[in-house]
């Protein structure tokens, strides 16, 4: 008689193909992974973590944009937004999102050129119910008519939001200028017109060529789905087994592409292209082989490195010390199966953009000089042992994250490799570097030059975005300067790398082993923060200081000064810290409204080398008059640039002007630009050293020893070459927020005149941070989040962007909206105001069963632990930072959250949300765009139809919404604050005592 187990095992094996338990990991990863493939030819990856508090999976289907019919554009994405909205099993369009909204989940999905990727995470109690629901997409997707009507104007929506953006119209125009004949040269996105309008003039139901499409291509033998959770491997391969044995396999070919889209008449071309943003970048393009097959020598990898280095000697710090480029990034960039593509960009200067050609010699250059060495074999195992440093002590993913990445792999390597297969590389082949080389030749070029200089002087404009530009052959003259471009002694191979940790030993385990930071150091000069790392257990660690200075905010000029002195500090120790940065030790040094911040993180062997150095820097700063200038001109575009981002961001912006103490706005910033001298800017920086006090957080593979020694380091440098000393207790203040009065509303409008959809932000101010109000805020928008989604979104199609969130900021906090779209923001904003007042009766009618699960979802989502250290840090640093200090915040408001009540919900929603709260605080932002239409097939709409729509629904919320108070408009922001009290700061969870040697003064 067979036993349980072998019944078990014989039940496992009778739908798999395939076994792989030798998955190679990770040297300090306690998942347990295991590979399989399925009858039907699907591949998986199992993933079981015993620890984790979310459970996920994801699905990749090896088809994407460069599938779509001919006729129809955007077939592949629409397709991806329709799976979202009802299965035979799960009709309902909203069951998928609301099941992963009430058990603490979320999701997400994209198309790219050959892969369409899903994938969620939920509470792990409710992995099984989930993995049934997101199972049904591949196998009976309903695809209903009112659906498909309702969410093409979602696709049209994100399509819109991209039209003004450089990178999405760059993006195209690569494509479209390719071989019109080859899929590449096709719009992925899609539009009401391609997949509407259009195919109903041809005849064609979009219904219909979706289930085509469907059943075409969504086959079991094309799709990698990786998933995790708590279950031990052998419950995972059941449940896999349960779901997705039955997905048919329709044994479909994986599309390939052996031609390039370049072919020789798209070559030798230079493309001047005009953008919106005030921008200015060259780049070269060579297509080459797909080089996917060579994962294991990675020839791509060693000349991107090469030619990409940012050291000494590099072709971009000759190209710095010209003064015609400020970036430069290299490397292969993938195509699709049967072609690649190797590029090199660079942002210009507005001396390099009239020097193009001098530059791309000069990459010529260093392209010989590469050819000229040929494959140097000890650059290659350097680059092998960092990516072997970095995998054998690789943070642990997000589990959203680490079945999102494992999924896409699948069909592209070895099962037992999946993890691994961007690391571990050991196949020297000089002869792949030296064909890939013999690529990169001016006969296989395209070059593309960006730039405003080009208005008005181009003759072509691109179908689907509108970008202008000229194409036109490269000069002869070029070509031949080219084929034979001389060396450059400037030009250099980079030196051996001098960061490469050596010692990866622990320090030794602290007696006090404290789970969160300690103050172990309080003077006038230096606070110091340290925690020794005991979860993670990774030679790594954290050096977060802010360098409280108070005259760096003090106006636009003083706020300006500061970001031009921290982007020439970096500039200037560009080439140095490189090589640290590729051995996985890197800093940031930023302006902050307070100081300055600065952070190391990475591996903890040389990171008082690095300290060192920063500070010696810091302390005997020079400015640079050359670099002064074209830094400062890059500001300048910087701010004139805002003007060009979407509606939505300039919404959330001018909020926070409005409901902050100060914040300079773009205008202010660029008026002071305009006072900036270097002189100005020489005496600043003397005068921000003088003066500070620091705050510091030591975190990771540290001991208390070292931490002091951290801090002595910033102390002796900076007082003996500088002489700082300490501000006054008394200057150490922090900005606040506008208490905007009870029971009020306010309205401020401007426009957009690039971007053509308007946008709305709404926020409802509660009151400062507590445990009480955090936690009631946070169940109040857990219990909105999906129904706003389905009914401003997906329903009433308001737009692509709808969210509704918190905010937060200066210890006070509220609800916020925020929509874009294609409808005017008063509109908007009454749809907005429908739906929260049908929340009323949503909560009274929502059952204790349902508020439990919201409940519990919020708990999941709060006690979900920090997957990676620098998450882990970054909590500690912002309780610092916040002045809140309440490290075990996130235990602390779980607990009281088991403690509220339905009731609780409704007081909340009655004294601050509801249209008559008695402590209503409201701000709405409306963002009404005045850009022209380009007339580009981006939309059909039919304005008529809309208007009646809008009339129809107006009309139904006249019967159920009472008349809101009027609204009070803000024309000018800085007379509205003056009439405004403020918020007190936040109370904080420790009271930090002032130093000793400053309590009499």
Not at 13 to 28: A, C, L, M, T
Not at 628 to 649: G, P
Not at 693 to 702: A, D, F, K, Q
Not at 856 to 861: D, E, H, V
Request: include cysteine.
């Amino acid at each position: 008689m067979m036993s349980k187990r072998l019944r078990k095992l014989s039940t496992m094996q009778s739908g798999v193909k395939v076994v792989i338990n030798d998955v190679i990991k990770s040297e300090g990863d306690k998942r347990l992974y295991r590979g399989l493939e399925l009858n039907n030819g699907m591949k998986v990856m199992l993933i079981s973590d015993e620890e984790t508090d979310k459970s996920a999976a994801a699905m990749d289907v090896h088809i994407g944009t460069m599938s779509d019919p001919e006729n129809l554009p955007g077939l592949a994405h629409f397709c991806e937004h329709m799976l979202f909205l009802g299965t035979e099993k799960y009709p309902e369009e909203n069951e998928y999102s609301k099941f992963l909204s009430e058990h603490g989940g979320s999701s997400n999905a994209f198309t790219s050129a050959e892969h369409t990727n899903y994938y969620f995470d939920v509470a792990p109690e409710h992995f099984k119910g989930a993995l049934d629901r997101f199972s049904q997409f591949f196998r009976c997707p309903l695809f209903t008519a009112s659906a498909t009507d309702r969410e093409v104007n979602a696709v049209n929506s994100e399509n819109d939001k991209n039209l003004a953006n450089d990178v999405w119209r760059l993006h195209q125009l690569e494509r479209s200028t390719s071989d019109s004949n080859h899929p590449y040269s096709r719009f992925g996105t899609g539009n009401k017109f391609t997949l509407q309008t259009r195919p109903k003039e041809l005849g064609l139901d979009p219904r219909e060529e979706l289930l085509k499409f469907h059943k075409k291509y969504y086959s079991s033998n094309i799709m990698g789905v990786s998933v995790l959770g708590k279950e031990s491997l052998d419950e995972l391969h059941s449940m896999v087994l349960e779901y997705f044995s039955e997905v048919e396999n329709k044994n479909v070919s994986v599309p390939e592409w052996p031609v390039s889209p370049y072919g020789v008449s798209q070559l030798k071309k230079s493309l001047l292209v005009v953008p919106v943003k005030d921008v200015r970048n060259l780049f070269l393009l060579w297509p080459i082989p797909d080089l996917h097959k060579y994962y294991k020598s990675f020839p791509g990898h060693y000349l991107g490195h090469l030619i990409g280095h940012e050291g000494q000697g590099s072709l971009l710090s000759e190209l710095k010390d010209r003064g015609w480029v400020n970036q430069l990034v290299s490397g292969q960039k993938g195509g699709a199966k049967g072609f690649d593509f190797f590029y090199l960009n660079v942002d210009l200067t507005e001396d390099g953009i009239e020097h193009v050609d001098d530059i791309i010699i000069l990459m010529y250059q260093y392209i010989a000089l590469t050819k000229q060495q040929g494959p140097q074999e000890w650059i290659f195992r350097e680059c092998q042992d960092l990516s072997k440093m970095h995998f054998r002590f690789k943070d642990k993913d997000m589990p959203r994250q680490c079945v999102l990445s494992v999924a896409g792999c699948l069909q592209e390597y070895p099962l037992g490799e999946v993890l691994s297969c961007y690391y571990l590389y050991d196949e020297w082949k000089p002869d792949l570097i030296d064909m890939l080389l013999s690529k990169l030749t001016p006969e296989n070029m395209r070059i593309g030059v960006v730039g405003k200089k080009f208005e008005g002087k181009t003759d072509q404009k691109e179908n689907w975005y509108g970008t202008d530009y000229t194409i036109e052959n490269i000069s002869e003259d070029l070509l031949n300067k080219l084929e034979n471009p001389g060396f450059n002694e400037n030009l250099k191979s980079p030196n051996r790398n001098e960061f490469i940790p050596t010692d990866f030993e622990l320090k030794t385990r602290d007696l006090e082993n404290s789970k969160f930071p300690k103050l172990v150091k309080n003077t006038p000069l230096t606070r110091l923060w340290y925690q020794q790392d005991n979860e993670f257990l990774l030679p790594k660690s954290f050096i977060n200081v802010d360098f409280y200075i108070p005259i760096t905010y003090v106006d636009p000029l003083h706020s300006n000064l500061m970001t031009l002195f921290t982007k020439l500090f970096n500039d200037s120790l560009n080439e140095y810290t490189y090589d640290a940065e590729l051995a996985g030790l890197s800093y940031s040094l930023v302006g902050t409204m307070c100081g300055m911040f600065l952070k190391i993180k990475g591996y903890s062997h040389k990171q008082p080398v690095l300290l060192g150095k920063i500070l010696e820097k810091l302390t005997s700063f020079e400015v640079d008059p050359k670099r002064y200038e074209i830094l400062k001109e890059e500001i300048y575009r910087s701010l004139i640039n805002f003007k060009a981002e979407e509606s939505y961001q300039h919404a959330m912006f001018y909020s926070e002007v409005i409901v902050q103490e100060q914040l300079w706005t773009k205008q202010e910033k660029l008026d002071a630009l305009q006072d900036v001298t270097i002189d100005k800017l020489r005496a600043f920086v003397l005068e921000i050293l003088s003066r500070m006090s620091i705050e510091c957080l030591v975190y990771g593979n540290e001991d208390l020893q070292s931490s002091q020694n951290t801090v002595n380091i910033i102390e002796n440098i900076i007082q003996t070459q500088s002489g700082t000393k300490a501000i006054c207790e008394s200057q150490k203040r922090s900005y606040r927020e506008i208490h905007l009065p009870d029971a009020s509303s306010f309205m401020y409008t401007t426009t957009n005149d690039v971007h053509k959809s308007c946008a709305l932000q709404i926020y409802y101010q509660t009151e400062l941070q507590n445990t009480q109000s955090n936690a009631l805020l946070e169940l109040f928008a857990q219990v909105i989040h999906e129904p706003c989604f389905d009914t401003l979104r997906t329903k009433q199609q308001l737009g692509y962007i709808v969210s509704s969130s918190l905010r937060r900021s200066n210890g006070v906090q509220g609800l916020r909206f925020i929509v874009q779209s294609h409808r005017k923001p008063d509109y908007v904003e009454k749809r907005v105001e429908a739906f929260l007042h049908s929340m009323e009766n949503y909560i009274e009618n929502m059952t204790e069963e349902d508020f439990n699960k919201h409940l519990t979802a919020l708990i999941t989502k709060k006690l979900e632990k920090p997957k990676k250290m620098n998450t882990q840090n970054q909590r500690h640093w912002g309780e610092i930072v916040c002045q809140q200090y309440n490290f075990d915040r996130e235990n602390i408001e779980a607990a009281h959250l088991k403690t509220l009540t339905k009731k609780d919900l409704m007081n909340f929603y009655k004294e601050w949300i509801c249209y008559s709260a008695p402590r209503r605080h409201k701000l709405s932002t409306h963002i009404v765009s005045t850009a022209e239409d380009d007339n580009t097939n981006d939309a059909v709409v039919d304005d008529g139809e809309e208007m009646e729509a809008e009339k129809e629904t107006l009309a139904e919320d006249s019967n159920s919404v009472p008349e809101f108070i009027k609204a009070e408009t803000i024309e000018d922001i800085s007379e509205f604050k003056k009439d405004m009290s403020l918020f007190p700061r936040a109370k904080p969870f420790m009271k930090i005592p002032v130093p000793a040697d400053t309590a009499n003064f």
